[in-house]
């Protein structure tokens, strides 16, 4: 009901009134449901798009090299990248320590297809 309220216009101190609740009542519901909201989509890192093209095509078996050079980029900025993309996923709760589960991580997140 709190959302209704805000997307109708309402201020804050309109909506505490209406649910007669207080304003630190009302900004407690409001991050209760802003966690909520986070933690549904919370398993799926945000992956910039070269971390994603990165991930991509090391899930699908391609070295560092033959990225680096497909992509026009050093081999240690391949690596960087890959670090990044493992230690997001780590912060999810999705550890992909080897190239085999970042390969069902890519799979089961639509980076890459089911084979």
Known sequence: MIIELFASGLLAA????????????????IRSIIKKYRNADSKIPQLSPKEREVFRLYAYGQGA???AQSLGITNNTV????KKVKYKYERVG???NTRSEMRQ???????IPEP
């Open 94 to 96: 999705r550890p992909c």
């Open 79 to 82: 690596w960087t990248h890959i």
């Open 14 to 29: 309109d909506i505490s009134a209406i649910l007669k609740i207080t304003g630190p009542e009302l900004t407690a519901e």
């Open 105 to 111: 991580n890519a799979i089961a997140d639509g980076i």
């Open 65 to 67: 090299k033959g990225i």
